[in-house]
């Protein structure tokens, strides 16, 4: 080729004499990640149904409320009346929370107790509609027959499955033709759609919920799966409720105080605490005040990723899923995303009905959440 003078700039861009320059690598900005799926971990089984059952079992309750609004001599009142008559028997030595006071249970009649007041020698003190009654055991008589049997009932609890799918299609073409930052289009695509049902699968885990009718499905109606978010209802807290610690700010004695409730009503060992971007702030917030840096260090480390009470070790994740105003307490152990049989996520080849090659990703999956009393949600926390 003969010398011609140009220089790269009078060349012109369009000009063939310019090589194109592209990086073989493509950058992928949109977030796709799953840290609630990845902290669970696959599960050990698969669902055997689209409508997926497990069963629940408790022990006989060891405490009661007293609902008696016609108590006369609060500390000297030997009959009250308690919500539930049947969890006492006669010889159960009872305590009212928070009272030093020890009495005996001499009958039961329905939901009347007779009681011996000042049991032990203890000091009769004052009852209260709505208290909480703790029964400590039963002393039974020597050689007496046997109490009547008590037991509880098995329960069944059920999710549904929810059909996760998305199509790709990819022209003969598009096949055929070289590529820059990938060896196969169609693998490309179907690894770009997986990764969004990925990320729409720890979105349904946590927020989902069923449809308030034919929660089966049908021809018009679509299969859903109930969420975390909707499963919880017993240690279920809303920051600014009158026994909730004060402030909506979320704090150390929020978390403590949440994880000592679900301990107290639950053999539960949280060891997950999910919170969104701003509430994670607030938990790295629980040390700023005591955290120093030396003179000589140069980075300023402000992250808690492990939080260990006296209720349990809790392992931090941080999900952009979850509602800035929330924070779950979970027990893993209890927590599965179960597939249904032979239907986790896979691509199945479709008929082409032209030049090109076509399919789509199909994931059948449903949430097991034993014992949701084993779990807390905490709701309307500050987020400014």
């Not at 001599?73 to 009872?94: C, H, K, M, W, Y």
Request: aromatic share 6%; net charge negative.
């Amino acid at each position: 080729m003969s010398f011609t003078g140009k220089a790269t700039y009078s060349a012109g861009a369009t000009l063939p004499e310019l090589a194109e320059d592209v990086s073989d690598l493509i950058g992928l900005i949109s977030p796709y990640e799953t840290p609630l799926l990845d902290a669970l971990g696959d599960p050990l089984r698969t669902a055997a149904s689209p409508h997926h059952e497990w069963l629940e079992d408790a022990l006989l309750p060891n405490k009661d409320l007293i609902e008696d609004g016609m108590i006369s001599a609060p500390d000297a009142d030997t009959e009250i009346d308690v919500a539930n008559g049947s969890r006492f028997l006669a010889g159960d030595q009872i305590r009212v929370e928070g009272s030093e006071e020890l009495m005996l249970v001499a009958a039961v009649d329905g939901n009347t107790l007779t009681l011996i007041r000042g049991y032990a020698g203890t000091e009769p003190e004052e009852l209260e509609n709505g208290q909480t009654i703790l029964i400590l055991g039963n002393a039974a008589l020597e050689g007496a027959e046997r109490p009547a049997a008590r037991f509880t009932q098995r329960v069944r609890k059920s999710n549904w499955t929810q059909i996760f799918t998305a199509a790709v299609e990819v022209s003969g073409t598009d096949l055929a033709a070289g590529q820059i930052g990938l060896a196969d289009e169609m693998d490309y695509q179907k690894q770009q759609r997986l990764r969004e049902l990925l990320r729409d699968l720890e979105n349904t885990v946590i927020n989902g919920g069923l449809p308030g009718a034919t929660p089966q499905g049908s021809g018009t109606v679509r299969r859903t799966m109930r969420g975390l978010l909707h499963h919880l209802q017993t240690n279920v807290f809303s920051a600014g409720e009158e026994e909730f610690p004060e402030g909506e700010d979320l704090d150390e004695t929020m978390i403590n105080w949440v994880l000592r409730r679900i301990w107290e009503n639950s053999s539960g060992r949280v060891d997950l605490i999910v919170v969104g971007g701003f509430q994670k702030r607030r938990i790295n917030g629980f040390l700023s005040a005591a955290r120093s840096v030396g003179a000589e260090e140069t980075t300023y480390r402000d992250r808690i990723s492990m939080y260990e009470s006296d209720f349990g070790l809790c392992r931090i994740v941080t999900t952009r899923w979850m509602p800035q105003d929330a924070v779950l307490l979970l027990d893993s152990s209890r927590i599965s995303v179960l597939p249904l049989a032979g239907r986790s996520f896979h691509f199945k080849p479709l008929a082409s009905r032209g030049d090109s090659e076509c399919g789509q990703i199909i994931g059948e999956y449903t949430l097991e959440l034993k014992n949701e009393a084993a779990h807390g949600l905490i709701r309307g926390l500050s987020i400014s």
